[in-house]
């Protein structure tokens, strides 16, 4: 009898206990050595992944093509690129959705002795460029190159396509005279002595376009926004409490430092500032600037560079009321 009415008395309580929910966990694809790990290694330190009611794994990639590959077969949740790549998936019937990470830019550079004072100063010349002929910085430039100088700048110099670090490599050695990289990539160039010409965002600024729209951002499907609304609004807000600390917390770079690849405290103190500098404002994107930006895309790189899309889809940002 005592044997039945403890067993009794086991199973209400069993009843009553709460059922609790597993914690959602957010596949994140990203390059292994890019500067989005920064953000990622703060989100995992500080644990703000679990703040935000979520489990971040973070899949290191090879490259940009791979992880593009990993997110469209389902093999990771999120990935990183830039807004104009999700409007063109948007435009081809793919519901991508971008959540801004960084507005830094690059720009070009020339060695400290060189007399080029502009992009015209670099007729004749030999120009390195991180990417191929669709690279977004060098369709700008060129769009510039001839709003401010009506200089034709591919027509009249020779380019040398490459991967950021062997630009990097060819601009110290002085293989090529100038160089377009990534912000990065230009942050140690400079502090290891070249000299910025032009830098993008002030490109963009005289052709009439918003320096601040950000351009690079995780890519998330708008399946997993509707589905898992409240695990994508904890990525989000653990993204922007990261940003936060390393906006404001030199000792947090101190603790990231062995993964940034700086070789002197020069490089070290170029790439916390260039990180800094490319934050972007905790505010709901322009869309009516990335709408013209996109079109002058258009203009210059076509169907080869967008596409389908003439114009901004609908709901290619992110908002929390998405």
């Not at 991967?163 to 942050?187: C, E, Q, R």
């Not at 951002?217 to 653990?238: H, P, Q, S, T, W």
């Not at 934050?279 to 169907?303: F, H, N, S, W, Y």
């Amino acid at each position: 009898m005592i044997a039945r009415l403890l067993l009794s008395l086991s199973l209400s309580v069993l009843v009553v206990l709460p059922i609790r929910a597993e914690t959602p966990t957010l596949r994140v694809a990203v390059l292994k050595f890019g500067t989005v790990n920064w953000e990622l290694d703060t989100i995992q330190h500080h644990r703000l992944d679990a703040a935000g009611g979520i489990s971040l794994q973070v899949q290191g990639m090879a490259g940009g093509s791979a992880a593009k590959v990993a997110f469209q077969g389902g093999e990771t949740d999120v990935i990183v690129s830039d807004w104009l790549w999700v409007a063109r998936q948007r435009a081809a019937g793919k519901d991508y959705v971008f959540i801004p990470y960084s507005k830094a830019v690059g720009g070009v550079l020339v060695g400290k002795d060189s007399p080029a004072q502009s992009l015209a100063d670099l007729k004749g010349s030999k120009i390195g460029i991180a990417g191929g002929p669709l690279d977004k910085s060098w369709l700008i430039l060129r769009a510039y190159a001839a709003q401010s100088a009506n200089f034709d700048l591919a027509g009249q110099t020779e380019q040398v396509y490459g991967a950021p670090p062997l630009i990097f490599k060819s601009a110290l050695s002085g293989d090529v005279d100038a160089a377009i990289n990534f912000w990065h990539f230009m942050a140690k160039m400079e502090a290891s002595g070249l000299r910025k010409l032009v830098d993008i965002a002030d490109a963009a600024k005289a052709l009439g376009l918003d320096p601040e729209t950000p351009l690079l951002g995780y890519v998330v499907k708008g399946e997993m926004l509707r589905d898992n609304a409240d695990a994508i609004k904890g990525f989000a807000a653990a993204s922007r409490a990261a940003k936060t600390i390393l906006a404001t917390d030199d000792a947090e770079w101190d603790r990231l430092r062995p993964r940034m690849n700086a070789r002197t405290d020069a490089q070290f103190d170029a790439l916390k500032a260039g990180f800094r500098a490319g934050i972007p404002a905790d505010q709901p994107i322009d869309e009516a600037a990335a709408d013209k930006m996109l079109k002058l895309m258009v203009r210059l790189g076509g169907e080869k560079l967008l596409g389908q899309a003439t114009e901004l889809p609908e709901g290619t940002f992110y908002s929390s009321g998405n």
